[in-house]
């Protein structure tokens, strides 16, 4: 399971990476006022670099929730952290292609893939719960 867990905490930080394009791209940022700072920038890679960082705060709830309830009922680990790997690396490509750009149609996708990881651990979660089978039989 640490390896699901350790994807928490790479889940945790990735809007802050975010942020930190967001701020670099732009002309000198001003810790005072962050969100004035970011309503006067030009740079479109400012704007996309911020939506990402929110972007990436609004998947990790359902995400962390769904990796600690698959973790509690009793999920077999490999199908945790399979799942918690693909979660990652969709929202670090999703980050990429939002920020770089790029293709909508590309940005859904990777979206879509991060979402469905994180809706399948609550599934599987409420499966396991539910299941009379032994945690060692499964």
Same mark, same amino acid.
């Given at each position: 399971?640490?390896?699901?867990?350790?994807?928490?905490?790479?889940?945790?930080?990735?809007?802050?990476?975010?942020?930190?394009?967001?701020?670099?791209?732009?002309?000198?940022?001003?810790?005072?006022?962050?969100?004035?700072?970011?309503?006067?920038?030009?740079?479109?890679? %400012?704007?996309?670099?911020?939506? =990402?960082?929110?972007? /990436?705060?609004?998947?990790? +709830?359902?995400?962390?929730? *769904?990796?600690?309830?698959?973790?509690?009922?009793?999920?077999?680990?490999?199908?945790?952290?399979?799942?918690?790997?693909?979660?990652?690396?969709?929202?670090?490509?999703?980050?990429?292609?939002?920020?770089?750009?790029?293709?909508?149609?590309?940005?859904?996708? %990777?979206?879509?893939?991060?979402? =469905?990881?994180?809706? /399948?651990?609550?599934?599987? +979660?409420?499966?396991?719960? *539910?299941?009379?089978?032994?945690?060692?039989?499964?």
């Amino acid at each position: 399971m640490a390896l699901a867990y350790w994807c928490v905490l790479a889940a945790a930080l990735l809007p802050y990476v975010w942020t930190t394009v967001a701020k670099q791209s732009g002309e000198r940022y001003d810790n005072r006022d962050p969100r004035g700072w970011i309503a006067r920038q030009t740079e479109p890679k %400012v704007h996309r670099a911020n939506a =990402a960082q929110m972007n /990436a705060f609004e998947a990790f +709830a359902p995400f962390a929730a *769904g990796a600690v309830m698959a973790h509690l009922a009793g999920v077999p680990e490999t199908h945790v952290a399979g799942l918690a790997v693909i979660f990652v690396i969709s929202r670090v490509l999703h980050g990429v292609v939002y920020t770089l750009g790029m293709k909508h149609s590309i940005r859904s996708l %990777v979206w879509f893939l991060g979402f =469905a990881c994180a809706m /399948a651990l609550i599934v599987l +979660a409420a499966l396991h719960v *539910g299941d009379p089978t032994p945690a060692a039989a499964r």
